[in-house]
Every structure is written in structure tokens, then in C-alpha cells.
């Protein structure tokens, strides 16, 4: 007489197969997961770094600009040449008449050392700003060298943290200090989306030193 398990042979070896596969792709499923909520956690701490450096930045412009102000002995990056010199090396100048003399000293449409003068407003993206990164000013290249800690806490200052300082005239025809607006751009590697900041500053010409922010946004990819 047959027993009752002789009925339906061969079902163990398949049943076993099937378990293993659905655990397998539950191992798989979960693999996955954990490796996208990597990615984003990855992303995102790059995103902040990279947005802390582009703030940063911002700061050592204006540090920059301000080396421009004041009655005390200065660079040639940092002191407006006379009318009548000839002038070979980008400055810095919150004045009309250093506008003037700077875009004679620029090629057209053209940064130097991270100095722009140029004739319109560009809306340009944050893309083609990368594309520029070898005319710009790096952080702490002008400024003072306490920035080397600042380096130490966000590398991305040091390795792929720069700046634009671009000039133009007022508006107001009544003003004789010029607007700068500071492109701020960091890239946390060189394969992710950089962040570039925008702001407009202007310096206070009737003290000797200082200067306001206008305005400031974020530039799109």
C-alpha cells in the first residue's frame, strides 16, 4: 500500500527553488534601496558642503573688495590707477572713472584674475560658468591667509571654490559708486552639479571703509 506523500512527488526540491528566489530578490530589492538612500544622503552632503562653500565665498569677495576701500597702502590689484596711466593688471575700482580705465585695461567681454568690466548684464547658467572657472579668483587667493582653515573644514574651497567680481555703472546717474555683482561658484566633485551663488554689492564711498549687499540669488544649472 502506498502512503499518502507518494501522492504528489517531486514538489520539494521546486518549492525550496521558489523560496530561495523570492528571498534572493528581496535581498536584491533591499540592496537597492540601502544603495539610492546612499546616494541621496551622498548628493545631499555634497549639495551642503558645496552651498556652504558658495556662502563662503560670497564673504571672501566682499573681503576682496573692501581691500579696495580705505586710505591704506595697497596692492596694484587693490588701487585705481591715475586717468592718465597705462594700466596692464585688472583692479579694482568703486568709482566711474575706474570703470572707464578698467575696460580699457580688459579685452572685451573678458575676466582676468577674476575681474569683469563688461558692457551687459549676462544671464548666463550655472554650466557656463564652469565652463569659465579659469578666469576666476580663487578663495583666499587676495585676501588674508587666515582662510587656510577655512579650507581645512570645506576642502571644495581649495579645490573647486572660485569667484567673479564683475563692475558696472549705476542706474542712478546721480551715483558715482559702481555695482558689482560677485558670482560665487563651488563644485563638491568634478562630476556633480556646482552651486552658484549671485549677489549685488555696492561700497560706501562716503566712509572709509564698508560697503552693503543689494540683493543675492541662486544661479540655475
Known sequence: MKSQSDKHPGWALPTVMAVLALCALSALSLTRGLWLHASVMRSDGDEWRARAAAEAL??????????????????????????????????ISHRLEGLALLRKTLPSGTCWQGICAPSALDS????????????????????????????????????????WLE?????????????????????????????????????????????????WHEVLP
Open 58 to 91: 560670497l564673504k571672501d569677495a566682499e573681503q576682496d573688495l573692501l581691500a579696495s576701500t580705505g586710505s591704506t597702502p595697497k596692492d596694484n590689484r587693490h588701487t585705481t590707477p591715475s586717468p592718465d596711466a597705462s594700466s596692464t593688471t585688472p583692479f
Open 124 to 163: 548666463a547658467s550655472a554650466a557656463q560658468w564652469l565652463q569659465r572657472i579659469n578666469s576666476a579668483a580663487h578663495y583666499g587667493q587676495f585676501t588674508t591667509p587666515g582662510t587656510i582653515w577655512d579650507k581645512r573644514v570645506n576642502p571644495i574651497l581649495s579645490d573647486r571654490g572660485v569667484y
Open 167 to 215: 563692475t558696472f555703472a549705476n542706474a542712478d546717474t546721480t551715483q558715482n559708486a559702481v555695482l558689482w555683482r560677485i558670482t560665487a561658484l563651488a563644485q563638491a566633485t568634478p562630476s556633480s552639479t556646482p552651486v552658484v551663488l549671485q549677489a549685488w554689492w555696492q561700497a560706501n564711498l562716503n566712509s572709509t571703509m564698508g560697503g552693503r549687499w543689494l540683493s
